[in-house]
Each structure stands twice: as C-alpha cells, then as structure tokens.
C-alpha cells in the first residue's frame, strides 16, 4: 500500500488504524462474507418472503447501527468491523438488484455508472487527502472515504458479475475459475511486474465479489441449473461460523492489528 502523508489535519486522529491489515484471514473472511452477502439476500428477500424493498430497509437499518458504532470506537474492532462488511455485501447485492429488477437498468448501464463513481471516490479521495493508504485510515474523514469505496466496490462487483453471467453464460463452475484467474493475474502483477499496490487491492476487492457470489451458486443452487444444490440456510450457518471462528482468533490474537506499525503513525 502506499504510505504517502495525507493532508488531514483534524484533531480528531484516532490512535489505531481503524481497519485489518490485508493478510490472508482477511481475504478467506472477505470472499466468506461476499458469498454470504449473495445468498442472504436472496434468502430474506425470496425465502422468507420479505421482499425486496423491505429487505433492503431492515439491512440497511442495521448497517446503519453497525456503522455508528464503528465510527465512534477508536480503534479496529474485528467483530465490528467484519459485520460492517457482512451487511455492506448484502446492501451492496441489494441496490443493483433494485436497480435491476426494480428500476429495470440495464446490468450494462449499472456497471458503468458504478465503476465511474469508484472512480470519483478514490479521486476525491487522494485530492482530499494525498494518500489511499489502508493504513491511514484513523479519522472520520478517511472512514467515510474508505466505507464508501467499499459499498461501491460491493455494488460494482455484484453488477459487473451478473453482466458477464448475462453475456458469457459461462455457468457456475467455470465462471468461479475465472474470477480465480484474474485474481492470480492481479497478484502476479503485483508481485511481478510491479502494479501499484493500491490498485492491486482494491481490483482484487471488486473480483472476490463476484468470485464469493460464484461460490455460493455453485454450491446452493439445484443441479438442472448447473449447481450442487446444497441447502442455502446450511451453506449460510457453515460459512458464519467459519466467520466467527476467524473473527474470534484474530480478536484473540491481534494477527491483523496494525495499531503498532509504524506506517500507521506515519502515513
């Protein structure tokens, strides 16, 4: 990640980095949570029969609580943060599937118009504070930066993944490898020729949505449509407490804390 200085200078600098380091809990918890985001979605919206609107309302109340009471801690909380991300995945489903199935906008037009407004975040973001550093987020200006990229991201992926299953018709499995492929391709462009590691991230954080949203089709929907068609509620149950084991050890242990890196203070 880039560790230039930014231009925030705003007392209200908290102590800690208020997000994880990237290591390889936090990208086996990303894709968990993207693949639950899909699948719970779907689950509230058809299963239990909410519907589409109020199951966007009721997540996006409850996202609302979480993100309160992330931007008030002080520090990254693993707990805090991951059901932040949890819920950002689902509301992030759930606006392209309004947009979709509501609004009828073409997964093209959608796809366009995401990737242009990530674009204007992490602009105004660097603008605002000269860096994009993960490492540098510990003001409520940089979180709000952050957070959003993050939803957009969510938003972007899931329509960017629907249009190529539109247009490719590649089927679960292979659109699954795929995702998988660019994936290695960005880190190889990272580790081998070099490509920012700001953009290496946040290309790799837009494909594991699309890549967690495979996986969770691949797994729950019936064989005639190309799936395994395992229970949807047993694939969620299994998938959280893989969520909540990794998320509890890494309380436990600090493994992904960056609160005494020096980059933290320095960025």
């Known amino acids: 990640m ?5 231009r925030d200078n ?18 086996i918890i990303k894709v968990l949570a993207t693949t639950v985001g899909e699948t719970a979605a779907d689950y509230l919206n058809m299963n239990l029969g909410l519907g589409l609107q109020m199951t966007t309302l009721v997540t996006v109340a409850v996202l ?3 993100m309160t009471v992330q931007f008030r801690s002080d520090r990254y909380l693993p707990v805090v943060y991951w059901a932040a991300v949890l819920l950002i995945s689902v509301t992030g489903t759930l606006i392209t599937d309004n947009l979709t199935d509501v609004l009828r906008v073409p997964l093209a037009v ?3 118009v995401f990737a242009v407004a990530l674009v204007a975040v992490f602009t105004a973001w660097y603008r605002v504070e000269g860096t994009l550093s993960i490492h540098s987020i510990r003001t409520p200006r940089r979180e709000i930066f952050y957070w959003s990229a993050i939803l957009v ?14 247009k490719m018709n590649l089927g679960y499995t292979r659109s699954l490898i795929m995702f998988v492929v660019v994936i290695v391709v960005i880190a190889g462009a990272h580790l081998g020729v070099g490509l920012n590691a700001v953009s290496a991230f946040w290309a790799a954080y837009i494909v594991t949505r699309p890549l967690g949203a495979s996986m969770g089709d691949l797994l729950t929907q019936p064989g005639d449509k190309g799936g395994l068609g395992m229970n949807a509620t047993a ?10 084991v990794l998320v509890g050890y890494l309380t436990v242990s600090r493994a992904d804390r960056i609160e005494n890196d020096s980059r933290a203070l320095a960025s």
């Open 64 to 66: 609302a609580v979480v």
């Open 10 to 27: 705003s007392p209200a600098v908290a102590l800690f980095s208020k997000v994880p380091e990237v290591t390889a809990f936090f990208w």
């Open 110 to 112: 959608s796809t366009a």
């Open 153 to 166: 991201t969510f938003a972007l992926g899931t329509a960017a993944g629907d249009l190529i299953a539109e």
């Open 235 to 244: 694939v969620n149950l299994v998938f959280l407490a893989v969520i909540v």
């Open 2 to 6: 880039s560790h230039s200085v930014g």
